[in-house]
């Protein structure tokens, strides 16, 4: 017997026995696991329909949440003392809008206070009282001590069908007042039993209470809900008992045809808010089509195993002329190795004497293909390049171009071959004899931007690399030339430059405005300020007026005035005209342009006095109470006086408007130090900033005044202003309780203030 033949026979034994053992045993294996994966897959399925079944109930919890939430319905329920009764179009609209997108509803109720019914997707309910309908009474009762409700499923009449109710309470000012009314909904039942519809044949869905009453079912079993489930009741008693989803095989199922079936629960656990009401799912499926695909995996493995044995006797009959293949392969081989296909290897791993052959011959050719240069393939690489490839040889002859240089240059490859690289590089001294050496030494040089000389005498721009290349003996055996085109970028960069130029005038002017945009904020302050000058000047004036009558009086009744009788009266008048005089200057400084001021060392003391001047007579006229709290230490700091000042009386004459509506009208300017800064907080106890402000409130043109009474530039540049001082403009409100702004200032200015929140207060008096 030949030895290939000896070999076939006793394969084809070991698979006679070895065959069938593990064909028997995969197909235990993935019996198990199969049938373990499908009852798997029922139980998530129930877990998935359960949590469906929740969100669908928590959408709506949560829409009737929102009805009861909306701001137009809890005006319209607010205590009316005129035309009470009448329901504006605009309620029925809103009404109509929020019933169609919730839900989705079988009815939606508007009920007040009182229990009467406002508006109803039932007409003829409209005008009564909640009492007459008990299932929904018991909802508005629960409602309206202030908690949301949702009922088990309930029939709430004789003819009605199912439903979960939801009420929700409706609060005034959004809950911050009493309880107005209550919005009750009827949740649509067929929506959750179109949901247990969807669930794939041939499994059967039962959905049943806490206490075991039918909720849905087969479409047959529609007339029993709410009746005693009809569902093995000892598993039904068993899984609310557990309270835990698992999966048991029953002998008989809820109808007799059904078989024994794999029995499949999930219990209710809610959803957010909605807590659910201790429902149970209980899915049925006939056990012999559960386990269809496990039958359908026997049939299957033992057809398999009958064929593989067919195949594998087969196959092994061509074993023998198998072992002979090698020699024909390697026949094969040296054929095309001697039709100079190089690149052929013999795929032979026997480690027998036909191996080491075949190793032999495959380290043969690849030594041949080191040693052969295929030039189809470097000529590939050079003019598929995108760049220009020039190869030269030491004395600077063009030895090799590729195609990319041709269509640059345009000229015909004959053209250049040979020729001195001078006739295209217009500068040429980098490959003179010194430099061409240097070159050498260096290896190689990069990005050097040159000029190529097309066909036509044109220039071209480039950007021109070059590298040195040695033989295996470390000779100097070419040059590479490799150079790109940067007539683009050339004109790339004469744009950047034509727009850098037009943007710095552009950044001249957008200054120049920025400057002026400055002062006439700062007028506008003064206008504002002046407004109010005739009471600060109005009280000094009558003063003097008042002496001066004095001193006339005196000199009439009396002949014989003495010295000692007019000084004191001489001295009020002096007071009251330096007093003047003062507010005059001051006004005069605040408004002088501020351009050529610098920055100098400022007392904040005296400028905080200085800005003062001006409120003074305004807030004892608006009774404003002025409360100071400065630190006990309060250093000088380097500033634009006038620019501080702008701010100071920007954040003053803000808290002074802030005041007007308001019953306490009081303003705390504190001043202290920390670290390294100063910091200045103006607060008020106006009527506040609403939070949607906050973030806007130093944006320019933005006010929250009416419309003439502001600029909306004086917080924008007054920030504008901190930040060229290289510190922090913060604001903090509370709408009803007043506001805070915190200027943070560096003492010296090759400081800055990293902080956004103004430190704890310390050292105040």
């Not at 190529?452 to 033989?471: A, E, H, K, Q, W």
Request: glycine letters at 6%; one cysteine or more.
């Amino acid at each position: 017997m030949k030895f290939a033949s000896k070999i076939t026979l006793s394969i084809v034994m070991m698979s006679l026995i070895a065959v069938p053992i593990l064909v028997f045993g995969t197909f235990y294996s993935a019996r198990m696991v199969l049938q373990k994966n499908i009852t798997n897959n029922y139980q998530n399925i129930a877990q998935h329909q359960m949590l469906s079944i929740d969100r669908a109930l928590y959408i709506a919890y949560r829409d009737i949440q929102m009805i009861a939430e909306d701001e137009m319905l809890q005006e319209f329920l607010a205590p009316r003392k005129e035309a009470k009764g009448i329901i504006p179009d605009s309620i029925f609209k809103k009404w109509d809008e929020r019933t169609f997108l919730t839900g989705p509803w079988d009815l939606l109720t508007l009920i007040d206070g009182e229990g009467l019914i406002l508006m109803s997707t039932d007409k003829g309910s409209v005008g009564k009282f909640i009492e007459e309908y008990p299932a929904s009474n018991t909802a508005y009762h629960n409602a309206i001590k202030g908690k949301t409700h949702y009922s088990d499923l309930v029939r709430p009449g004789k003819t009605s069908r199912p439903t979960v109710i939801f009420a929700a309470p409706i609060r005034h000012n959004r809950g911050k007042n009493s309880i107005e009314g209550v919005v009750i909904g009827h949740f649509a039942w067929p929506v959750i039993m179109q949901t247990l519809d969807e669930i794939a044949p041939p499994a059967i869905a039962h959905l049943f209470s806490s206490e075991g009453m039918t909720l849905s079912g087969p479409r047959a079993y529609a007339d029993q809900i709410l009746q005693p489930s009809h569902v093995n009741h000892e598993l039904i008693k068993k899984v609310l008992e557990n309270n835990v989803a698992g999966n048991v095989i029953l002998e008989k199922g809820s109808h007799e045809e059904l078989g024994t079936v794999l029995a499949v629960y999930s219990l209710q656990n809610g959803l957010f808010g909605y807590k659910g009401s201790g429902w149970g799912l209980l899915l049925e499926v006939p056990l012999e089509k559960a386990l269809a695909p496990v039958n359908l995996l026997a049939r299957n493995v033992a057809a398999l195993a009958v064929i593989v044995m067919m195949v594998l006797i087969i196959g092994l009959y061509f074993v023998g002329r198998l072992l002979a293949r090698p020699v024909e392969i390697l026949t094969e081989m040296v054929e095309e190795v001697s039709h100079g296909n190089l690149a052929i290897k013999a795929e032979i791993t026997t480690k027998d004497e036909v191996g080491e052959l075949a190793d032999s011959f495959n380290r043969m050719t690849e030594a041949l293909q080191k040693t052969t240069v295929s030039r189809n393939y470097v000529d590939n690489i050079l003019n598929t390049m995108p760049g220009s490839l020039i190869v030269i040889n030491p004395d600077a002859f063009i030895v090799s171009v590729n195609q990319a240089t041709l269509d640059l240059l345009g000229y015909e490859e004959k053209e250049l071959i040979g020729q001195p690289l001078g006739i295209i590089l217009e500068e040429e001294s980098i490959f003179q004899k010194n430099s061409l050496d240097a070159l050498i030494q260096q290896v190689f040089i990069t990005n050097v931007e040159k000029s190529y000389i097309g066909n036509g005498g044109n220039r071209i721009p480039v950007l021109f690399s070059g590298s040195v290349m040695y033989d295996g003996e470390g000779k100097v055996q070419d040059i590479i030339c490799v150079a790109t085109d940067i007539r683009e970028r050339r004109e790339y960069e004469e744009k950047l430059h034509r727009y850098n130029s037009e943007l710095a005038s552009s950044n001249r002017a957008l200054k120049i405005a920025q400057e002026q945009l400055v002062h006439s904020a700062k007028m506008a302050s003064i206008g504002q300020i002046t407004a109010g000058l005739a009471h600060e000047i109005n009280q000094p004036l009558g003063a003097i007026q008042l002496n001066a009558e004095l001193i006339h009086t005196i000199t009439c009744e009396d002949e014989y005035i003495q010295k000692e009788d007019l000084t004191p009266i001489y001295n009020k008048i002096h007071r009251q005209i330096n007093r003047i005089k003062q507010i005059v200057q001051h006004l005069r400084i605040f408004s002088r342009d501020d351009k050529l001021l610098e920055f100098e060392e400022t007392d904040v003391i005296s400028l905080i006095d200085d800005s003062l001047v001006l409120f003074s007579q305004r807030f004892s006229l608006n009774k404003i109470q002025l409360i100071k709290e400065f630190g006990s230490y309060i250093p000088r700091i380097d500033c634009n006086k006038i620019h501080i000042e702008q701010v100071l009386t920007n954040l003053l004459t803000n808290a002074e408007h802030a005041l007007v509506d308001s019953v306490q009208k009081v303003i705390i300017l504190r001043v202290y130090a920390i670290e390294d800064c100063l910091v200045i907080e103006v607060e008020d106890t106006g009527y506040g900033i609403a939070e949607e402000n906050l973030n806007k409130i130093f944006d320019p043109f933005f006010t929250t005044k009416e419309v003439g009474e502001g600029t909306g530039l004086g917080m924008s540049i007054s920030y504008g202003i901190v930040q060229s001082h290289k510190g922090n403009l913060a604001v903090k409100s509370e709408v009803g309780k007043g506001t805070s702004f915190t200027l943070s200032l560096p003492i010296k200015q090759n400081q800055i203030i990293k902080t956004d929140e103004p430190a704890s207060l310390q050292g105040v008096n």
